[in-house]
């Protein structure tokens, strides 16, 4: 059974900078991409980035130039490096475990984690 535990969420004032990890048990971690998505209070879960089994990356227009996803296969962990913080990027952000190695799958496929609150505020 998969496992990813979230940290690193705080609030942070606008212009700010965190940076989130993740971390999984019980996978084959490498050979699958890894995501991460948030959720907006009162809107719909959106996804932020996913990195590869070959350390290709993508990511949302709005986080472009800001959000850094990485990955450290040795261990089992991917981040997202988060700069110039702004309010609209409040969120729970979420970790997803990939079901192929070049793609996370659908909300109904692959294993979430629990969340971790990033709240950007003056």
């Known amino acids: 059974q998969v496992q990813l535990v979230e940290s690193g969420g705080d609030l942070v004032q606008p212009g700010g900078s965190l940076r989130l990890s993740c971390v999984a048990s019980?996978?084959?971690?490498?050979?699958?991409?890894m995501g991460w998505y948030r959720q907006p209070p009162g809107k719909q879960r959106e996804w932020v980035a996913t990195i590869t089994s070959s350390y290709v990356t993508a990511y949302v227009d709005s986080v472009k130039g800001r959000f850094t996803i990485s990955r450290d296969n040795a261990k089992k962990m991917v981040y997202l490096q988060m700069n110039s913080l702004k309010p609209e990027d409040t969120a729970v952000y979420y970790c997803?475990?990939?079901?192929?190695?070049?793609?996370?799958?659908?909300?109904?496929?692959?294993?979430w984690g629990q969340g971790t609150q990033v709240t950007v505020s003056s």
């Open positions: 019980g996978s084959r971690f490498s050979a699958y991409a």
């Open positions: 997803k475990h990939g079901v192929a190695p070049t793609t996370v799958g659908g909300a109904s496929s692959g294993y």
